[in-house]
């Protein structure tokens, strides 16, 4: 590469995050914007909290990627995603902190359920209505969905849990007791069932 | 949720496409109508964009970015024709208190240029868009890119030296 073209390359240094952050003010105010999300620092690494217009529709664990994420949304939602602030994701973010903190037991959110449906979005209302510090086992789980014996169905409906940790899929257990896995990783599992444990 | 997908045009989430490619359109736009106006042309050009990106099919999103920025500039300098005291801005390429923003003098050459090989040229090393790209922003094919690229390069190097 000649000289010229290196002087020519040298890309000028904007005041990109004002910038950006007037673009999506304007975007938002002209409701262009679908999918709203923030980046949320945990004792699990990052997470994604991301609302629609019914609520939060999604979280993501630190284990997958955020280009992974927003390119499943694009797909089943819509494309129109932005990094930005919004009250629910707001409220989300206090409630996960005080979850990880040990001092809220219970979360009182307005959730989106529809990226699952049918049977899977039955196994997680059921999930969703496990207590704190409690589990139930898969086949349990199946059952108070309507099909007992549907437990690797159930299985699948965990493991695509749109909203881990507010639906708490880490409470439901393989039969023999152990905890199974989690897409979170089983040392997450492990240790969110015992942080409820200790304080239930 | 509908069965069929909701996003026909297959692009990017809009947030992967405004940190890939916003930087390089907003400097563009710089370069183009100036730092008073860059701001305002830039986010023009994004909700333009935005208000239909589940529906555009674009083989280059990027290249598609900059011919929208292209066209919402020119409706700028209608614009700022319109109001006397910003006339003069019109008349030059990028403005003068464009190139003053720019760091390096080597930019105070390129205004210089005949206008393809100018807009070629800041296309391609000001918006770092590939020569296919810069055709498809201009509207001319990605040979006759290349050659105003080119072009401009040789003038360049022929006024100012190339160590």
Redesign the interface.
Known sequence: M????K??????K?D?DV??Q??LD??EA?E??DLA?ERHDSPFGTLLVIAGDGGIVRISLAAEPE?EV??G???????????LGRDEITLAREQLDSYFAGSLRNFDLPLDW??T?GFRRDVLVQTAAIPYGATASYSEVAGRAGSPKAVRAAGTALATNPLPIVVPCHRVLRSDGEAGSYLGGSEMKEALLEMERERA | ?TAK???PGG??????A?EEH???V??WL?ARVGPDRA?DV??ET??SA??V??KAAVESVRAWLFTIARNKAVDDDRRASRRPLLQEETDSWPSAEAVE????P??DE?RGLPEKQRIA?TL???G?LSHREVGSAMKISEAAARRNVHEG?KT??ER?G??
């Open positions: 000649s000289e010229i073209e002087k020519l390359g040298r890309t000028p904007t990109w910038l950006r007037g673009l304007r975007a002209e262009l914007i999300y280009e927003l390119a949304l694009t797909r089943r939602i819509s494309p129109r995603i932005a990094r529809r990226l449906k | 949720m997908t909701q996003n692009l990017p989430p809009f947030e992967l405004l916003g930087p390089l907003y400097s710089i701001d830039f986010q994004m909700l935005l208000g990106w589940e923003w720019l760091e390096d080597v930019w390129v040229v391609r090393y000001r770092d390069l360049l190097r100012i190339d160590e």
